[in-house]
């Protein structure tokens, strides 16, 4: 080792020697510098460097360091790989869970529902329905959907997932009779759920639409389990629903789709900073605000066409939502326009006279207590017209009948009621909260206009009725009342359409100014062109479209 040393220090010292040798200048020969005292000290401080200090420090001398961008880059690279394995493990244990939660559900299913004496298991139909109870449009066409699938699939069994828990089922039965008219003819199974208020409206002041998709979630999660269905329905627009269904529960699953939770036309109001129902004032009137809830928008209705694509039968009710649907979810099934039931029949039964001796004129409007469907913009177009016609005898009167869902509702008539006293016309407006199918019968039939004011209404089955009654409707100049319903029919006209107050006002006392015969023209062509829209039309309809699911 010492011998080994001493040729490693005789080698470096060479090897200075020789750099020092070779490469010193020349000093001129025709004169001689004479050293000075910085010469002196600078050899002497050369003399007690190691003579091996350059070399080593030319062997040792580290690499030029590195900028900030290629240290965040290596850093980066030397976590991509780990993150990639991590995000595989977590992938490969979230697939394990949500498969061994549906063989769970998938074993759950066999105990709750058993084979028959034929030692097969019944085929189960659900319909995700929280609200049955109400007696609203979307309520009709569950009763005949599953009126007309009991018909065709008799060996099938059906059940309802409803949040009424406070009627039984014999009451929801009752009540479905009383409202629309219709008896099932065979039994039906309600499953309660107690977690109906993760939907209500009131329950997220703030983002709502995502709370309560998000509490749809729980409410489907807890139907579910309950009892899991061979084919699934949502025949109330709970889209998130979808997805919980199909992969966790293993069922077939189709939706009909009566209004989409967010549409286009929801975007361009919130881009316009136009002050609705659904866009508070204080956000409209502010730039920064708009913008954020413009993303918060874009973003929810990104989810929204995810979560509608998991549909295998996806039904519209008219064409307006045919058009939103199919731009939002883009799924791989078309949507099929099924028209709702409307019980035409059952009007067109009141007898149609030339000409009543009518000793005041009835406006009737027909529609829930809901806020989107603008009952404050009725009673506003009703003053103005009481305005227009201050003098004349006998006065109009205003009935607004409708159904209320909730606490929330009925504490919205009463602010309509207050609204009324605030503009003077409490004694000329009457409120008719979940009357019977006789008396809305009468209402209707003694009626002169049939109103309806919502703003790009998705269908309006309260407008055909109005129409087959015999009733003028004016309806909102928007959604599916200008595209489908009050259209005209073989070139005559069908009704009338407004979209602001003094249009109403003024429209309103157009027609009480028509002739009797003028009148009782378009009384007769709007009775013609809704046919179309008569029960017997809604179930040949929606067989068709439900065929697929029950192959």
């Known amino acids: 080792m010492a011998a080994y040393s001493a040729g490693l220090w005789s080698l470096l010292r060479c090897h200075w020697t020789l750099n020092s040798f070779c490469f010193r200048p020349a000093r001129p020969t025709t004169w001689i510098q004479q ?5 002196h000290q600078a050899k002497r401080q050369s003399n007690q460097r190691p003579m091996w ?76 329905h929280p609200y049955c109870n109400a007696g609203g449009g979307g309520e009709r066409v569950l009763w005949c959907a599953l009126r007309a699938l009991q018909n065709k699939y008799k060996d099938a069994s059906y059940i309802i997932y409803t949040g009424d828990t406070d009627a039984t089922a014999e009451n929801i039965l009752q009540g ?225 009948i409708g159904g209320c869902r909730n606490q929330e509702d009925d504490q919205r008539v009463n602010e309509l009621k207050k609204l009324c006293q605030e503009l003077g016309v409490e004694k000329r407006v009457e409120f008719k909260v979940n009357i019977p199918f006789e008396e809305l019968k009468t209402h209707l039939g003694n009626a002169t206009i049939g109103l309806h004011t919502m703003w790009n209404e998705h269908f309006g089955i309260g407008i055909v009725e109005c129409m087959a009654a015999g009733t003028i409707i004016l309806a909102h100049n928007s959604g599916g009342p200008k595209l489908d319903i009050v259209v005209p029919y073989e070139g005559h006209v069908t009704g009338f359409l407004s979209d602001n107050e003094e249009d109403y006002a003024e429209t309103m006392a157009h027609i009480f100014a028509l002739s009797p015969a003028k009148r009782l023209e378009i009384r007769q062509n709007a009775r013609q062109s809704v046919k179309r829209f008569a029960d017997q039309e809604f179930e040949e309809t929606f067989l068709l479209s439900v065929e697929q699911l029950f192959k």
């Open 176 to 400: 479905a009779y009383r409202r629309f008219n219709i008896r099932l003819n065979q039994p039906v199974k309600f499953v309660f759920l107690k977690k109906r208020y993760l939907v209500e409206a009131s329950l997220y002041p703030y983002f709502t639409l995502l709370g309560q998709s998000l509490g749809s979630l729980a409410l489907g999660w807890e139907a579910l389990v309950k009892c899991v269905p061979d084919v699934y329905i949502d025949s109330m627009g709970y889209a998130f629903t979808l997805p919980l269904f199909k992969y966790l529960g293993g069922c077939r699953v189709g939706c009909y789709v009566h209004y989409p939770t967010v549409s286009t036309d929801m975007l361009s109001v919130v881009k316009n900073q136009s002050a609705r129902f659904n866009n508070a004032a204080i956000i409209a009137k502010n730039p920064l605000l708009s913008k954020l809830k413009l993303v918060y928008y874009y973003l929810f209705a990104l989810v929204y066409g995810l979560v509608g694509s998991c549909a295998d039968v996806v039904m519209v009710n008219s064409s307006w939502t045919l058009g939103h649907i199919a731009f939002l979810w883009r799924c791989g099934v078309y949507p099929n326009v099924v028209y709702p039931p409307c019980d035409v029949q059952a009007f067109l039964d009141i007898p149609l006279c030339k000409e009543k001796s009518i000793t005041e004129h009835t406006i009737v409007s027909v529609s829930q207590f809901r806020p989107e469907k603008d009952h404050r913009l009725q009673i506003r177009a009703f003053a103005k017209l009481l305005e227009k016609t201050t003098g004349q005898q006998p006065l109009p009167k205003l009935i607004l």
């Open 53 to 128: 200090s350059g070399v080593a420090e030319q062997i040792l001398s580290p690499v030029a360091p590195l900028g900030p961008t290629q240290i965040y880059s290596r850093l980066l690279f030397s976590l991509a790989i780990p993150a990639l394995i991590l995000s595989g493990v977590l992938c490969i244990c979230l697939s394990l869970f949500l498969w061994g939660i549906r063989l769970w559900l998938q074993q759950r299913k066999n105990q709750l529902i058993p084979p028959g004496k034929d030692g097969k298991r019944p085929r189960v139909v659900a319909f995700f």
């Open 35 to 39: 050293p000075c005292e910085a010469d």
